[in-house]
Nanobody, 115 residues
Framework: QVQLVESGGGTVQPGKSLRLSCTAS????????MRWYRQAPGKERELVAS????????YVVDSVRDRFAISRDNAINTVYLQMNNLKPDDTAVYYC????????WGQGTQVTVSS
């Protein structure tokens, strides 16, 4: 079965960086697109970034495009979200998603940006 485990979250000051990781198992990771979503308190879950199976094409939502980047390492079944110059509005639970897979969600990792 699909299993996704996010890590790398934490509490940081504005302007700092974090790199989130999501390690996958239970499906052919190398042939599956991956996505990062986030959900802030009281708000809907929103797409942050996506990456195709090969990693050669990526998308990042406009609101964070200049600060975030998605990447993957298919050799270790891991997708990353590099987050730079973090802002308080980035505070959310960040979720990894396996594109088109049933139960293709991780448990989430909390990112808190606060001074």
């Amino acid at each position: 079965q699909v299993q996704l485990v996010e890590s790398g979250g934490g509490t940081v000051q504005p302007g700092k960086s974090l790199r989130l990781s999501c390690t996958a198992s239970g499906f052919d990771f190398s042939r599956n697109g991956m996505r990062w979503y986030r959900q802030a308190p009281g708000k809907e879950r929103e797409l942050v970034a996506s990456i195709i199976s090969s990693g050669t094409s990526t998308y990042v939502v406009d609101s964070v495009r200049d600060r975030f980047a998605i990447s993957r390492d298919n050799a270790i079944n891991t997708v990353y979200l590099q987050m730079n110059n973090l802002k308080p509005d980035d505070t959310a639970v960040y979720y990894c998603n396996a594109w088109g897979r049933e139960n293709g969600w991780g448990q989430g990792t909390q990112v808190t940006v606060s001074s």
